[in-house]
């Protein structure tokens, strides 16, 4: 992953249509070293995430940094949903003008099913070892696994095996780009 896993990231974030209007954020804590880090994801209203982003803090500072990170790539947002945690508030009234802001627990379980790849990742690489290399692995993992994972429980059988196909055709053109 260190090697190929951040160009494959790169060339599916360039080759992905534009993120949704609506965004959910979310943030979850992982254990590196004994210390707890906080992992702040963005996803959007396809299910397709935006950023993560690892952080020692998890407090208003860091929410606008997270924030401004999301705006800067992908521009604002209609409708952010979030959980209620007040750190949310004041960045995004600051950052995204008009942006509807909702924050209610139950409107954010899209966010919540995302975390799972991530710990059973966490969990099979036996923990992460650092704040930077879970940041460049999950950052790699996130996109890489948005392809190679569709939503199944929304396809057919047949419409499953040809987005099945489709990734691994955009894989093998990664790959001749990496080896061009």
Known sequence: MNRFGHHFADCIRRDRPGAAEKWHLDEVVIPICGRKYWLWRAIDASGDVLDIFVQPQRN????????????????EARVIITDKLRSYFKPIQDLALGADHRAHKGL???IEG???????REKLMGRFTSPGQSQRFLAAHD???TIFRP???????????HARTDAFD????Y???IAA
């Open 170 to 173: 955009l894989w093998n053109t």
């Open 143 to 145: 996109q890489i696994n």
């Open 60 to 75: 208003a500072k860091a929410a606008r940094r997270f924030l401004a990170r999301l705006i800067n790539r992908f521009g």
């Open 151 to 161: 939503r199944r429980y929304r396809l057919s059988t047949i419409s499953y095996l």
């Open 175 to 177: 790959a001749t780009e």
């Open 108 to 110: 954010n379980n899209r």
């Open 114 to 120: 995302s975390h799972r790849p991530t710990r059973i």
